[in-house]
């Protein structure tokens, strides 16, 4: 039987706490990508530190070089209203190449931590375009940006969230995970929600919304890659019957399976 949504939050409030007695508040990340998964993840976070009287952990923001402006809006705002601790992640070797998506990015001139990563993927090209969520992209800009991030500041647990029926490469994911390269634990305090309760959560506790959701954005990626789902709001579709993510790139979607292999969120 399906735990009442107070029972989800409760399970989800015990997941970080657990988190911060592992780790410690130092130790551990925050990921946040201004969508609604992650808001609501961070307002658990937010509300689990409140209970255990400490101050909020870091909370890392990736920026793969194509981001909506409502979302960059809305997240400078939520940080201002909250006063987080907000670290913008970049890939700023590969950006420094590239003004706009498509642009060509030149592997000879990229450093040698992206060269390697790109040997990772088995990619012998001497160039590609600049596509946040390509196959290449997606790597470079979001699971090498992320990866870095957590080795430079020694972070041991990066809390996020991601859901099992989001997507099905996500489906046997644990609530405590354990990562190489660097090693660290992802912790996933929201697994057990659906696209549902995650809206009822959010509308049941004054929790903030992005404004795409209300032009009908279901899930959010990328600006050029990234449609509306529908002219509703996200939470007045028919969630049950169409997929969240369909508006999303949709090779991206077929290698998500990879892409987690290789660090991904």
């Not at 689990?48 to 409502?70: N, Q, S, T, W």
């Not at 670290?87 to 931590?113: F, P």
């Not at 046997?172 to 660097?182: A, C, L, T, W, Y």
Request: hydrophobic share 35%; charged share 35%; net charge neutral.
């Amino acid at each position: 039987m399906a735990l009442p949504l107070e029972e989800k939050i409760k399970k989800a409030k015990d997941v970080v706490s657990e988190a911060f007695d592992r780790f410690g508040r130092e130790r551990i990340a925050v990921a946040w990508t201004g969508g609604k998964d992650s808001t609501l993840l961070l307002w658990i976070v937010r509300e689990a530190c409140r209970e255990k009287g400490i101050g909020l952990p870091k909370i890392m923001f990736i920026d793969e070089g194509d981001p909506f402006e409502e979302v960059l809006e809305f997240v400078e705002r939520i940080r201002k209203e909250w006063n987080l601790d907000l670290a913008y992640v970049r890939n700023e070797d590969v950006l420094k190449q590239v003004k706009k998506v498509g642009d060509i990015v030149r592997v000879d001139l990229l450093n040698e931590r992206n060269r390697k990563e790109l040997e990772r993927l088995g990619f012998k090209g001497k160039e590609f375009p600049f596509e946040p969520e390509s196959y290449v992209g997606n790597h470079l800009m979001k699971t090498v940006a992320m990866s870095l991030f957590l080795e430079e500041n020694g972070y041991k647990a990066l809390v996020t969230g991601v859901r099992w029926d989001e997507q099905e490469a996500r489906a046997n994911e644990k609530f405590f995970s354990p990562r190489e390269n660097p090693e660290h634990v992802r912790v996933h305090p929201i697994l057990h929600f659906t696209e549902k309760d995650v809206w009822n959560a959010i509308h049941g506790n004054g929790i903030p919304v992005n404004p795409l959701y209300e032009k009908g954005y279901r899930s959010l990626g990328v600006k050029s890659t990234t449609e509306k789902a529908d002219d509703r709001p996200a939470w007045e579709q028919d969630l049950e019957k169409t997929p969240e993510r369909k508006g999303r790139r949709q090779d991206k979607e077929n290698i998500m399976k990879r892409l987690r292999e290789l660090g991904y969120m």
